[in-house]
């Protein structure tokens, strides 16, 4: 009881701030509209709280366009608050009343069918160690990332496990929807398959599936007892020890920082020293690291407003180009496919073109 | 609609307007949804905002229009003009005076679609910009390219360029750089009868009066403004900070007019009575406290740092240190205390006033005593913050928990104008009128003054289009 009036009362707070982190919401300076902003959207969660809005609809609605990327509780001026928690309860709520939008809907139900959000996909099971390579969803529709990732593990010199495809998902667009019981599954799920292999480590490209993994997973009482690290991390720790020899090469790489990696991982040096490391010069967005812009991909891809993405995604890809830079790399394979108007590349492409056989 | 405006009556829009705003916008930026008019519903008048926590909303809009240009405002405007619809411009919704609260059942015009970065010019040291930009994005923006347009606001964060323009804003480095109006060169601004006026950037001109300082302070009253070239300033190579401890306000403020009366120009000075030193800066307790930032070029800072401190030293101050800038640097954008105080009851608010030096001490004594002796009060510190060769801005925050929370607010600033007038000070020095000032701008300009303001404001909008109920009424 304690604790919700704890809860009330910070979002109650953020309802009465003067909207200090909306300058970095990418929902917000893309459409400019007022009402997706951060203090506005705890305004609204405030009311429907205490029962004063009329259309319950819109405002569930509106939970849904939120980018759920975390700019807003990294720029918050208090430390101890994250609105994201408030919207996905009132998405919880829209999704048990059947209040969420179309897109959502499709979506929940190709994951209950297919066990992931796309389709009837074939399982990827080779290898052996006790090291795991998760071939998250994004990833497992990028062939040149698959084959950039078989190279670099080849030539590391390491015994990894590759697993992914089939059924096996993280559940993020189960959790994003508000699909409580769903995602718990899942996620019970994936802790079963991860045993199964006895692996001691995974390693992730998605950061998404990273912060299920050990973030959300935690909230619900999932451990899966495993050190879970991003891709770029296990290629610095390569890198660092010599594992990989490369060519290095000039030419400028402007990377873009997943939304999660930065706000949620903290990660967002590591794929910058990778490639400096090979010789690229780093050009930086104007909004990069604890700036970055989400690419679009929580609606297109997790969520599903699609005007929404577009107007992010179409933000993001600008401020991009004005870097004028050679190549264009990020860390997380959903970015690079909703990013690829500028050829966008996985950092593990980066790296793999660039290894030379070991001398 | 649940929720209850205690101000005005939510208004009917003709259906040919709504239909007509359709077509210019885009139905994608026309809107009556519940959501949007609960956002668009209040600034950050806190006062308003305290009673908005129950689901009272000062008043709310009729619809929501978004636009993306200035031709579509034009058009907005006419249609609004023809169809008698007042309309009410909305930057970043950060004023504290009421200023973009749409009173008498109005539509927004929400502006911050408008929020481009236009052009850079680096050998005239200038930018243009949309005025829907939020001023984090605008600094963001400048600093990527090596420069600062210097006005950082408390409200960097949530406030636009067209906001500032529209209220005089001032900045936390105004001392150096000057406030809004220093900086603006040109600007773009729809008049009420829609036609475009174009101000031209030049650093000066002479040419009659300057149509510009119109709509500096014109708080969306008599035009809205939709792009501006402002001055901007390389990046500092060098910053040096200080701070001293003085016997009293009497004493920080004379040196601080000593210092610069000798030509040092440091971008921040700020001296915290008692009691905000003792909540900023708990080591060195309730002692007046004076902060000072010199930037810029290496030899002019240094020689501006050696300036303030030989006077500050020869007038009885005590170093402190850099310690005490880089608290109030961490500190100073954190308005978290007044939300959590909010909700146990709690009326906080903020008042800035400008006075001559002369005045200037005694305006703080005046102000604070009186304020204090409101029934229901909790507390009163102050500190001025924006400094000029011939006076400084004194900025006074307050909070009360009472058992009439508006007997208390207008009780307070009653006697916070009241100080203020009987020391010869103005009423504001950058938060603007809005709409709860106007009860006190009589006092600030005179009946003849206001009569002037009245006849500005009706030849430029004599139907009382825009921004109905702010700054001054001009309907006849």
């Known amino acids: 009881m304690a604790e919700d009036k704890k809860e009330t009362e910070k979002i109650a707070r953020c309802a009465m701030c003067a909207d200090m982190c909306k300058y970095s919401c990418p929902t917000y300076l893309a459409t400019g509209r007022e009402t997706v902003s951060p203090q506005k959207m705890a305004r609204l969660i405030v009311y429907n709280e205490k029962s004063l809005l009329e259309d319950e609809k819109d405002f569930l609605d509106l939970m849904f366009q939120s980018a759920m990327c975390g700019a807003c509780s990294r720029h918050c001026i208090y430390d101890d608050y994250d609105l994201r928690k408030f919207i996905h309860k009132a998405r919880v709520k829209a999704f048990d009343s059947g209040f969420i939008p179309e897109d959502v809907k499709k979506r929940v139900e190709t994951f209950r069918k297919f066990g992931n959000p796309d389709c009837e996909r074939e399982l990827i099971d080779n290898g052996a160690g006790d090291t795991g390579y998760f071939i998250s969803c994004s990833s497992y529709k990028d062939a040149d990332l698959l084959k950039a990732t078989e190279k670099m593990l080849s030539k590391s010199g390491l015994a990894v496990r590759r697993f992914g495809g089939g059924d096996i998902c993280c559940g993020a667009p189960l959790y ?13 799920k994936m802790k079963a398959e991860i045993e199964s292999r006895q692996v001691r480590r995974i390693v992730v490209d998605c ?4 912060k299920m993994m050990t973030q959300i997973y935690r909230e619900i009482g999932v451990e899966l007892g495993v050190e879970i690290m991003h891709t770029a991390q296990f290629m610095q720790a390569l890198l660092k020890q010599g594992r990989l020899d490369f060519r290095k090469k000039h030419a ?7 939304c999660i990696l930065s706000y949620d991982l903290a990660m967002s040096s590591i794929p910058r020293e990778i490639i400096t490391a090979l010789g690229f010069s780093l050009k930086e967005p104007v909004y990069s690291a604890e700036h970055t812009h989400c690419c679009g991909a929580t609606y297109g891809a997790k969520i599903g407003d699609h005007r929404l993405k577009d107007a992010v995604t179409s933000m993001r890809l600008n401020e991009l180009r004005d870097t004028a830079a050679d190549i264009y790399v990020t860390a997380c394979p959903t970015c690079k496919s909703v990013l690829s108007e500028v050829n966008m ?3 593990t492409e ?3 073109e660039r290894i030379i056989a070991k001398r | 609609m649940a929720v209850k405006t205690y101000m005005s009556q939510e208004g009917i829009l003709p259906r040919g307007f709504i239909e007509r705003a359709r077509r210019i916008v885009g139905d994608e930026h026309f809107s009556q949804q519940e959501g949007d008019l609960i956002s668009y519903s209040l600034d950050y008048w806190l006062y308003g905002i305290f009673l908005s926590q129950k689901g009272d909303l000062p008043a709310l809009p009729s619809a929501v229009i978004s636009p993306a240009s200035a031709a579509q405002i034009q058009e907005i405007i006419r249609c609004a003009g023809g169809y008698r619809v007042p309309i009410t411009p909305f930057g970043g919704g950060s004023g504290v005076l009421g200023g973009a609260i749409p009173l008498n059942g109005s539509v927004v015009l929400n502006l911050q679609r408008m929020n481009r970065f236009l052009n850079l ?11 829907g930009i939020m001023g984090a994005n605008l600094e963001l923006e400048l600093n990527h390219r090596g420069y600062s347009a210097g006005n950082i606001p408390q409200s960097l964060y949530c406030s636009t360029l067209g906001g500032w323009i529209s209220t005089r804003a001032a900045g936390q480095f105004s001392t150096k750089y000057g406030k809004i109006e220093d900086m603006v060169l040109g600007m773009e601004v729809v008049l009420p009868d829609g036609n475009l006026l174009n101000i031209k950037p030049v650093p000066r001109r002479s040419v009659g009066p300057s149509l510009k300082d119109l709509f500096l302070g014109g708080e969306g009253a008599l035009g809205i403004v939709t792009r501006a070239t402002i001055s901007i300033h390389p990046l500092p190579r060098l910053t040096i900070k200080q701070s001293f401890v003085f016997p009293s306000i009497e004493a920080a403020v004379d040196v601080v007019r000593q210092i610069l009366r000798a030509e040092a120009r440091p971008a921040v000075v700020r001296i915290f009575d008692e009691a905000e030193s003792g909540r900023y800066f708990p080591k060195i307790g309730r002692k007046v406290t004076t902060i000072f930032i010199s930037e810029g070029e290496t030899e002019y800072t240094a020689l501006d740092a050696k300036v303030i401190r030989r006077i500050s030293r020869e007038n009885g101050g005590k170093s402190s240190g850099e310690a ?3 608290i109030w640097l961490q500190k100073r ?4 205390l007044g939300p959590v105080l909010m909700q146990y009851g709690g009326i906080v608010d903020t008042i800035e006033v400008s006075a001559l030096f002369k005045d200037a001490a005694k305006l703080y004594r005046d102000m604070v005593a009186g304020m204090k002796a409101v029934e229901g009060v909790l507390e009163v510190s102050g500190h001025y913050s924006h400094f000029y060769r011939e006076g400084a801005c004194l900025y006074v925050t307050f909070a009360g928990i009472p058992k009439d929370p508006l007997r208390y607010y207008q009780a307070t600033w009653d006697a916070a104008m009241q100080a203020t007038l009987q020391n010869n000070g103005s009423i504001s020095h950058h938060h603007g009128v809005g709409f709860w000032r106007i009860q006190y701008l009589e006092q600030e300009l005179g009946a003849t003054g206001v009569r002037l303001l009245k006849s500005i404001k009706s030849a430029l909008d004599p139907e009382g289009i825009l921004n109905r109920g702010k700054l001054i009424d001009g309907r006849r």
Not at chain 1, 207 to 210: A, F, H, R, S, V
Not at chain 1, 252 to 258: A, E, G, K, Q
Not at chain 2, 121 to 130: F, G, K, T
């Open chain 1, 252 to 258: 400028s790489v402007t990377l873009h920082d997943p």
């Open chain 1, 207 to 210: 950061p998404t599936c990273i």
């Open chain 1, 350 to 352: 980066l790296v793999a």
């Open chain 1, 176 to 188: 994003y929807a508000g699909d409580v019981e769903g995602f718990r599954q899942v996620s019970l």
């Open chain 2, 324 to 326: 005490p800038v880089d």
């Open chain 2, 333 to 336: 954008f954190d308005i978290g």
């Open chain 2, 121 to 131: 010019d680096e050998l005239s040291l200038v930018a243009e910009l949309e005025a």
């Open chain 1, 345 to 347: 590349k996985y950092i």
